[in-house]
């Protein structure tokens, strides 16, 4: 019993995981620019896909796929802040919204579109397939235990970039005081851009590592359904609060696809949110805000 309780548990925390670093994604645009991201779950497909052809199609080595996934997803971001939504800036944040909503779709039809990709589902092997721990009756996949470390890396990298760089420390500023972060000679221009960047390549990340456990296909994307209320339950201008959510998220649908009958799977984490949210409205770690009238 405990063997089952253990090894779902960290199939929870590794799903979660994943979870974290697309709602990571999410409020990373939301703390620089006050935008929510619709589109942020088909940077996952986009990723996937591309992993998929340089693994399979060039027989690339995985690391070298990653890397790459990585710097054209990165691209990809970057190329969309400034063409696409950079001409919206000052417009109502609605539209903007609604504006990600269609570039949501636009990608998932665009996938589906490409030779070799479709609507077909795929698979790919990483270095951890079918490798596994055994510590007496429990069995841990090394994809499992990947998919955990590497977002431990990409935690550490992204705290290190906030904490010490210089392009961090403004980002951090201009998420706090855009009007501010101008008067100190930062360009909020170029701190947008940088923050879709990375959002897109974590969405990219998220899609590489998800792919040996729902395998790739173009509604990969709808996963952004689950990492907003991981966002959200976490607080959803904190980005040690996406991990936590994600995890939160990921722990309970696994624990409940188990223990409880079938079909709480799908609502039991969104029942959690429901009462995060009643009793803590910001977040587990949002910061209330109080308004004198």
Known sequence: MLVEILQTVLSGISIGCIYGLVALGFVLIFKATEVINF?????????????YSLITMLNLDYWLALLITILALGLFGMLLERFVLRSLIGEPVFAIVMLTIGLGYAIRSGV?????????????????????LHYGD???SWEQVSVILMTLV???VLFCFFRYTR??????????NQLAAVYMGISVNRVF?????????????????LAPFTFVH????????KAFPAAVLGGFGSIPGAMVGGVIIGVTESLSGVYLPEGWKDIAAYIILILVLMLRPEGLFGIQEKKKV
């Not at 589109?39 to 992993?51: D, S």
């Not at 392009?167 to 706090?176: N, P, V, Y």
């Not at 851009?193 to 590592?209: H, R």
């Open 154 to 156: 990409l935690i550490i």
């Open 112 to 132: 589906s579109m490409v030779p070799g990709w479709g609507t077909d589902t795929y698979g790919f092997h990483t270095p951890f397939t079918d490798k596994n």
């Open 39 to 51: 589109a942020q779950g088909e940077m996952m497909v986009i990723g996937a896909f591309i992993a």
């Open 138 to 140: 429990l069995v841990i």
């Open 167 to 176: 392009m961090g420390i403004a980002m951090r500023a201009t998420s706090q």
């Open 193 to 209: 851009s940088l923050t879709w960047t990375i959002s897109a390549a974590l969405g990219g990340i998220a899609g590489i590592l």
């Open 218 to 225: 173009m509604n990969m994307g709808f996963i952004g359904l």
